[in-house]
């Protein structure tokens, strides 16, 4: 996780961490648009509370922490209500040899993570994609760390079904200890 300067201002934060808070916000939605708003919203929030936010330890954690609950919320008032985001686009098997492979890899992969429940998508994404470790999701997500390693092996066998042909690393080879 990258640490901010103790004297860095809302736009130059913005300006560093917009890009990492958009691929959070997309791999958790799955909708450019809905993410594009995801990140406005949590932003938005931090920068009414800025000073207190740039006193953090790490600014990024608590805006991620922001967006993380704003997409959990958005996703259980969709859930409550019995509407449901549009099904993802079925992709055709390519030619193995294609050389844009993966980014149908990269399509199928993110699919398969929005057919996991919220709490375990969002534990894989801080897992794989932040590099964050056990504790650091728990104190994140305020559950335990067991309840981390127990929705992250969860997670990944629901994705290694979803994948078989993938190589889906395994909960216990990865398991880490956060800082």
Excluded at 15 to 20: D, F, K, L
Excluded at 100 to 121: D, F, I, K, N, Q
Excluded at 141 to 161: C, E, F, H
Aim: hydrophobic content about 40%.
């Amino acid at each position: 996780m990258r640490r901010a300067s103790p004297g860095i201002d809302f736009v130059e934060f913005v300006e560093q961490r917009a890009g990492a808070l958009f691929r959070t916000a997309y791999v958790l939605t799955g909708d450019a648009h809905t993410a594009e708003d995801l990140v406005q919203e949590a932003l938005e929030r931090a920068c009414r509370h800025w000073r207190r936010v740039a006193r953090a330890e790490v600014p990024e954690a608590y805006v991620r922490r922001i967006l993380v609950n704003l997409a959990n919320d958005r996703w259980r008032r969709l859930h409550r209500s019995g509407e449901r985001p549009a099904p993802e686009p079925v992709i055709e098997r390519p030619d193995p040899r294609d050389a844009y492979r993966s980014v149908e890899l990269r399509a199928e992969l993110v699919a398969a993570l929005h057919t996991l429940p919220m709490g375990m998508r969002t534990v894989v994404v801080l897992y794989y994609l932040h590099d964050l470790g056990d504790r650091e999701i728990a104190q994140t997500l305020d559950i335990s760390p067991g309840a981390v390693r127990s929705q992250l092996a969860r997670g990944l066998a629901k994705l290694r079904a979803a994948l078989p042909r993938q190589d889906v690393p395994s909960a216990s080879s990865t398991s880490r200890e956060g800082a």
